[in-house]
């Protein structure tokens, strides 16, 4: 089993900076790929990046030029460093991990990011 557990997340001013931290707890093997997602109210579940053990990235091609994700595998914590941030990017933003990107099972209970214009 894995625990993620989310923190950062609050209200920001848009064009300012946000970084979410998640730490997780469990099987190292579960959280080969660690990612971020966010659910913006009455809209659907996203990805916003996802990150392997190696280091290796896939970002939706939105977010590519302001969000920047990475992780700390000694600590087994992912961050995803927000900016230039937008109204649009207010939503709950979910830790996500897996053993392989075809099987992320994990999730945390996500963070709140709320951008004020």
């Known amino acids: 089993q894995v625990q993620l557990v989310e923190s950062g997340g609050g209200l920001v001013q848009a064009g300012g900076s946000l970084r979410l931290s998640c730490a997780a707890s469990g099987s190292i093997f579960s959280t080969n790929v660690m990612g971020w997602y966010r659910q913006a109210h009455g809209k659907q579940r996203e990805l916003v990046a996802l990150?392997?053990?190696?280091?290796?990235?896939n970002y939706a091609n939105s977010e590519k030029a302001r969000f920047t994700i990475s992780r700390d595998n000694a600590q087994n914590t992912v961050y995803l460093q927000m900016t230039a941030l937008k109204p649009e990017d207010t939503a709950v933003y979910y830790c996500?991990?897996?053993?392989?990107?075809?099987?992320?099972?994990?999730w945390g209970k996500g963070t709140l990011v709320t951008v004020s214009s």
């Open positions: 990150i392997t053990r190696s280091g290796s990235t």
């Open positions: 996500n991990a897996g053993p392989n990107r075809y099987e992320m099972e994990y």
